[in-house]
């Protein structure tokens, strides 16, 4: 295994039962990046996060992160890394400023030290003005952001991050992609596993996407999409139109099936330089006399690539993962 990776595994496998929840997993993430792993429900995400942060022991094939191995060094491996999972792991007897004062201790910080990181944490995270109340007062964002700044009490060079933003409103997903970023910027290396397609958009340097146990492609996100070929052509079909003459026409002059979503009345596929086609597409449609409300292109998004690469889209995969361990 190579000494360039922060985090590196090779033909990872687990078995619970007669369940494969891991079939030869290969993962390389150099110092300081973000992967993303994506992947639906079942597909190994977590697993794979339990085997690499030392929780799971593999039953073949080989890992290492900050260059210790995970089964015969897993005391200095867990001395490296921080886990957030996808629920909150506080006392909630103890404040917000408790609980991360608690876990600085038990980190070895002197006490000083560890009011002095708290108060840091609580502020980096939002939870300044909430800091000596009861954590079981806070609301579901709040818990989540205080877990995530829990795990970077001790600074780990490297952080796991198993769906951190589940959960939470939109304003406290921000705070927690700039905190993110924060600290990829001064070197932490970070695994994230989200069920939110934006988020790997927006965080990740590259992404893995796993299915049955196994990793289906990777790359970075503009590589992915770009497999997908290039512009996509959108019709809104007018209510008094039929939808179905609308996805035959299309399916003519497309490069692959028309998807269509009979609530939304569109019809979308993929067309090789559909802005030059677009007057060709008009001229098929006004002759199948189908009305449209609306007419466009786009580009290929990770929501693409997830349906494609999975026969899933995102939003079905979406709920949290539940996997056998």
């Excluded at 980096?124 to 700044?149: H, I, N, Q």
């Amino acid at each position: 295994m190579s000494e360039s990776y922060a985090i590196e595994a090779e033909g990872l496998v687990k078995v619970f039962g007669r369940t494969r929840a891991l079939d030869g997993i290969d993962l390389q993430v150099g110092t300081g990046a973000i992967l993303g792993m994506l992947g639906p429900n079942g597909a190994g995400k977590t697993t794979t996060v339990r085997v690499l942060t030392t929780l799971l022991r593999p039953d073949l094939g080989t890992a290492r992160v900050a260059g210790f191995d995970v089964r015969t060094e897993a005391a200095q491996v867990r001395r490296e890394i921080g886990l957030t999972g996808q629920y909150a792991a506080l006392d909630e007897s103890l404040t917000g400023r408790a609980n991360l004062i608690m876990v600085g201790q038990l980190c070895r910080l002197s006490k000083k030290q560890a009011r002095r990181r708290a108060a840091e944490l609580l502020e980096e995270f939002d939870l300044a003005g909430a800091a000596d109340r009861g954590v079981k007062t806070y609301s579901g964002g709040m818990r989540r952001r205080l877990d995530l700044a829990a795990s970077l009490v001790a600074r780990p060079s490297i952080l796991f991050l198993d769906e951190p933003t589940t959960g939470l409103d939109p304003r406290s997903r921000v705070v927690t992609w700039d905190a993110v970023r924060a600290l990829t910027a001064t070197g932490t290396t970070v695994l994230l596993t989200t069920q939110h397609l934006d988020e790997a958009d927006q965080l990740a340097d590259s992404i893995v996407v796993v299915d049955h146990g196994r990793v289906i492609a990777e790359g970075t996100s503009a590589e992915l999409k770009a497999k997908m070929g290039g512009e996509r052509v959108l019709l809104t079909v007018a209510p008094e139109s039929d939808l179905g003459a609308a996805r035959d026409v299309l399916a003519r002059i497309a490069d692959g099936p028309p998807q269509l979503d009979p609530a939304a009345r569109t019809v979308e596929a993929p067309v090789d330089g559909g802005a030059r086609r677009m007057p060709e597409i008009v001229r098929e449609l006004d002759a199948a006399g189908v009305l449209l409300d609306d007419l466009g292109i786009r580009r290929p998004s990770l929501d693409d690539v997830f349906l494609t690469l999975t026969g899933r889209a995102a939003d079905d995969a979406a709920e949290s993962e539940k996997e056998v361990a």
